[in-house]
């Protein structure tokens, strides 16, 4: 297998491209697009986002110590290249992209956008001067979903709302699905006989059903209104 090698540089792809939503203290509020972002904690659940001091929203993020991370789609493609290549010092992103500002559910000054699936807000724990880009390493404060798109059973379907990624320049949707977490080395689940005498009721009712199918296992109920607060307990 012929290699070549290339000199350092950034090559973990795919990655998100989120727009990331921000405000300074006097109620002027922003977006661009973020690329280099990520996970890094579960409990406490955390995030980053590392930005150039030269965009217009680092002084934004820096002031209010909070922003958010919103979560693209392929309907949010164009928007989200759009914010990532126009600055906030000359348009007004929310006003020429016709996107929505929403109240964060715990942050004072940043806005969701309105129009995404997932709102993860953010608030700033410290800032890395790393180079070309300040890393601003935040704790999730709260995450909002849309409620559109819960399934029947009230369980969110990320996968149904569409999210893409951006891989080497290029925005990608998601493709086919191959397994699930676990899925190499789980066993195969065979159908359980229903058993005639003895047993539980309920074991001869779900007999060769998927646990998925059955109803109100490991499912999550709608909190009944249109956008829900949602703090995720796998760890992964
Ligand atoms: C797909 C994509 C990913 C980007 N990722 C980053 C990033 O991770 N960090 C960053 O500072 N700028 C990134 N940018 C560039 C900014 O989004 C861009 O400079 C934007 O115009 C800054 O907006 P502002 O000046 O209104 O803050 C990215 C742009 C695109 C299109």
Redesign the pocket.
């Known amino acids: 297998m012929a290699k070549q090698t290339w000199k350092p540089g950034n090559m973990i792809y795919p990655l998100p491209?989120v727009m990331v939503s921000t405000a300074d203290k006097e109620g002027r509020s922003?977006i661009?697009?973020?690329?280099?972002?990520g996970t890094v904690c579960t409990n406490p659940p955390m995030a980053y986002?590392?930005?150039?001091p030269e965009?217009?929203?680092?002084h934004m993020i820096k002031e209010s110590g909070e922003f958010v991370i919103n979560l693209t789609t392929k309907k949010l493609a164009r928007v989200?290249?759009y914010?990532?290549?126009?600055?906030?010092?000359e348009v007004d992103?929310w006003k020429e992209c016709r996107l929505t500002k929403g109240s964060a559910s715990s942050l004072k000054y940043a806005p969701v956008i309105e129009e995404a699936p997932v709102n993860i807000e953010c608030r700033v724990k410290s800032i890395q001067e790393l180079g070309s880009?300040h890393m601003f390493l935040a704790e999730v404060t709260a995450v909002q979903v849309d409620e559109a798109y819960m399934d029947e059973k009230g369980k969110f379907d990320l996968d149904s709302t569409g999210l893409i990624a951006?891989s080497h320049g290029e925005y990608l949707d998601l493709g086919e699905k191959l397994g699930t977490f676990g899925y190499s080395v789980r066993k195969k689940q065979t159908a359980r006989k229903p058993k005639v005498s003895g047993g539980r009721k309920s074991d001869a009712k779900n007999a060769g059903r998927k646990r998925s199918d059955v109803p109100n296992k490991g499912r999550r109920k709608s909190a009944g209104k249109k956008r829900t607060t949602a703090r995720r307990k796998a760890d992964r």
């Open positions: 491209a922003n661009l697009t973020i690329a280099w972002t986002i590392s930005v150039r965009r217009y929203s680092y989200t290249d914010c990532g290549v126009r600055s906030g010092r992103k880009h951006y």
